[in-house]
């Protein structure tokens, strides 16, 4: 049997609401997320009441009621020691060889850019002498428009 609408859910646009989670249905969806939080960084993805309370959708009085705060305390406590900060600091940190070898093959492609740039600009200063234009000039501010020349006479009827 599927589940279809009323058809008075249907003329009015309305919907159920969904139900609240209740039991084992709401312990089993903390402790899933508490599962998938473990593993990601405390700076990320905090283990607290209220952060579990938002991810699943539930009231922090809900998680209290159930006497959920033990196990999340367990769970924030096993990824501060999986994720110490200067653990996490050395994972990401690469050898100076290769910190090297990466700003140097940067500083080139960026002097490549920069010099790019110049033979551009070389290029409208010689455009600009050739026209005779002052190549000083080019970006000098714009003088504001006559307004008095662009008003119009309205006509009488």
Known sequence: MSKTPSSKA????RRRKKR???????VRAVKAEL??????S?????IN????????????????????????????NLQRTNFELNIEAAVLRRPLEDRIAI????KKELLQKVDGWVERWAAVEYN????GYDADKLFAPIPPPLRKALTFKKKKK
């Open 10 to 13: 249907k003329k009015t646009g």
């Open 49 to 76: 009441v209220t952060s579990i309370a938002e991810a699943v959708g539930i009231s922090r009085q809900s998680i209290y009621d159930n006497e959920l705060e033990g196990v999340i305390e367990e769970h924030a």
């Open 103 to 106: 700003l140097e093959a940067e």
């Open 20 to 26: 609240p989670l209740r039991g084992e249905t709401l």
């Open 128 to 131: 600009a002498k050739l026209h």
């Open 35 to 40: 599962g998938r939080r473990v593993n990601l």
């Open 42 to 46: 405390p700076r990320d993805a905090p």
